[in-house]
């Protein structure tokens, strides 16, 4: 089982639309949770952190994070062409004392004007 | 806003030949790391680096590679004999030593060096 799974895509939305971006981990041991968008042959960019459960709200970004099913998630509302790019979460465990990051695979989102 | 910087942006070179990627981190931070992204594959630690020693290193980074901060603002990773499985996307990355646990862990990243090994 990898340690961090998610959903390659591509997925295509129409302009406006709520997008729900989602990784599944299997180490209970990550609490730190990041994601970061890349656009194409680009370094990855921070869009949020998030440590523990719950939730974490800046614009239109909202994060989510569900411990207990080891499930996060990200949601973008109103999304624009310009959102276009891969969305990568990584992983943080607190032990880790050289707080390397576990990336899933990238999910490739296209929006549609 | 302060950014990581990363140099060459692309370096081709014929197997077996030393390369050595240059980065220069956010001013204020103090945990580097290099990652590595084959095309089509996921962003891979490779190493961390922090008060002029490694923190630790993954499976990939064997005895080919090498981690220095030569100066105050410089922090390079070296391939000494590159092979062919080397070609990838090379990420830096840094963070802070201030705040949180959590901040601590937020990293940001560098545009990055395409290597190609012919």
Not at chain 1, 48 to 63: I, Q, V
Request: charged residues 20%; aromatic residues 12%; hydrophobic residues 30%.
């Amino acid at each position: 089982q990898k340690e961090v799974e998610q959903d390659p895509g591509p997925l295509s939305v129409p302009e406006g639309a709520i997008v729900s971006l989602n990784c599944t981990y299997s180490n209970s041991a990550f609490q730190y949770f990041m994601w970061y968008r890349q656009y194409s042959r680009k370094g990855p960019e921070l869009l949020m952190y998030t440590y523990s459960s719950g939730n974490k709200e800046d614009g239109r970004f909202t994060a989510q994070v569900d411990k207990s099913s080891k499930y996060i998630s990200l949601f973008i509302r109103d999304s624009q062409p310009s959102d276009s790019a891969t969305y990568l979460c990584a992983m943080s465990a607190p032990m880790d004392s050289s707080y390397k990051l576990i990336f899933g695979s990238g999910t490739r989102l296209l929006v549609r004007p | 806003e302060p950014e990581v910087t990363q140099t060459p942006s692309h370096q081709v070179t014929q197997m077996g030949q030393e390369v050595i990627l240059r980065c220069v981190p956010i001013s204020n931070h103090l945990y580097f790391y290099w990652y590595r992204q084959i095309l089509g594959q996921k962003v891979e630690f490779l190493v961390s680096f922090y008060n002029n020693e490694i923190s630790e290193k993954s499976e990939i980074f064997d005895d080919q590679f090498s981690v220095e901060r030569p100066d105050g603002s410089n922090f390079t990773l070296k391939i000494r004999s590159t092979k062919l499985e080397d070609s990838a996307m090379y990420f830096c990355a840094s963070s802070t030593e201030r705040g949180l646990a959590g901040v601590r862990r937020t990293q940001y990243f560098g545009p990055g060096t395409r290597l190609t090994v012919l």
